[in-house]
């Protein structure tokens, strides 16, 4: 997954956008010290995970929430897996089909930025 998410900085930096994108590797135990400066340095944080929901975006929501990160006006967004059936296909296509590219995380942060038009037309 850290590939698309280096495609989406990729994408966002072509628009003047910054972004950090952060390996976790593992969902336990949580780098709750790189969480907590992600949190407090960025206004949003997104989750990608080739899990399906109840994984370590589940387990990054709890923490951020129970530390009063969210509080502070963090945004977070998770992209995980979607909770039905993908077809049998090629990788990339079944990373398409369930909101996984470079060009959904994108979308994500543009959203979140309130750049919807931008979002959308990354994916057209």
């Known amino acids: 997954m850290v590939q698309n998410c280096l495609r989406a900085h990729n994408l966002l930096s072509k628009l003047g956008i ?8 593992f969902c ?10 992600l ?8 989750t ?12 990054v929501a709890r923490f951020i929430s129970l530390d009063g990160l969210l509080d502070a006006g963090i945004k977070w967004r998770p992209i995980t897996l979607p ?6 296909a090629l990788p990339q296509e ?8 470079g060009n959904h995380i994108a979308a994500t942060a543009l959203n979140l930025l309130g750049r919807t038009r931008e979002a959308l037309l990354l994916m057209c």
Do not use: P, W
């Open 39 to 46: 949190c407090k340095n960025h206004r949003f944080l997104i």
């Open 18 to 25: 910054e972004v950090t994108v952060a390996d976790a590797r």
């Open 83 to 88: 909770d039905n059936y993908i077809e049998g």
């Open 94 to 101: 079944q990373l398409a089909l369930a909101g996984l590219t």
């Open 28 to 37: 336990k135990s949580l780098d709750i010290k790189l969480i907590r400066m």
């Open 48 to 59: 990608v995970e080739e899990g399906s929901v109840g994984g370590f975006g589940a387990h």
